[in-house]
């Protein structure tokens, strides 16, 4: 082989290993990222008491026992949600603290339930796994803690827009019961809530619907 020919196959070969080594870059750089790093300590106080639609954007991203986050929490994740300017802390269980430790998890595309996306606190809305999904207790997946604060976790991108439907009782700067709860009341996480909503919804083991 020629010396041109050798050179020239040299670089075809180094520009194929460093295309297929990239995607594997940015994984590991996804990866590397700290999403509760964001985490603010000043939270607005605007949420209605009631059952309702948080609109906004992923500000952090705070997983059971972070000790650096304002108001520890060992069982749930905090996503912190920023609209109108301010941040508001929607709380999710990971973890059940009576009976079977272990929640389950499934994921579905739909519509977005209530009106389109429109960044702040909607109330009047209704969202129920059954009647406004077509999921049922077989639908979803027992997964342990750790692997459930991955699976939210790792689908929430700091800075995108996102829904989640939660209740807020007399905390006008958070809401929780982001879970199986109550008729046309279940908690779910929505990502791409503005084009393309993929559901994060949760349930504890003792509950069959």
Not at 17 to 36: F, G, L, N, T
Not at 49 to 62: C, E, Q
Not at 109 to 130: C, S
């Amino acid at each position: 082989m020629s010396r041109s020919l050798a050179c020239a196959a040299l670089l075809v070969v180094a520009c194929t290993r460093s295309e297929s080594a990239a995607p594997d870059a940015e994984v590991a750089a996804d990866a590397a990222i700290d999403k509760s790093a964001p985490c603010v300590g000043t939270f607005g106080g605007d949420l209605v008491t009631g059952f309702g639609r948080l609109d906004g954007t992923v500000l952090a991203v705070v997983p059971p026992g972070n000790q650096t986050c304002p108001f520890p929490n060992s069982t749930h994740v905090v996503l912190e949600v920023q609209q109108a300017g301010k941040a508001y802390r929607m709380v999710a269980t990971v973890k059940s603290s009576s009976g079977n430790p272990v929640m389950a998890l499934a994921e579905k595309d739909a519509a977005l339930a209530g009106p389109a996306w429109e960044e702040g606190w909607h109330l009047g809305v209704a969202l129920d796994y059954v009647t406004t999904l077509g999921l049922h207790r077989a639908d979803f997946t027992a997964t342990p803690m750790p692997e459930l604060v991955d699976a939210i976790t790792a689908q929430l991108e700091l800075g995108a827009r996102i829904s989640v439907y939660a209740t807020v009782e007399d905390r006008p700067d958070s809401a929780h019961l982001v879970h199986r709860n109550a008729t046309d009341a279940d908690g779910a996480i929505v990502i791409k809530a503005d084009t393309a909503p993929h559901y994060l919804v949760f349930r504890f083991d003792n509950q069959v619907f």
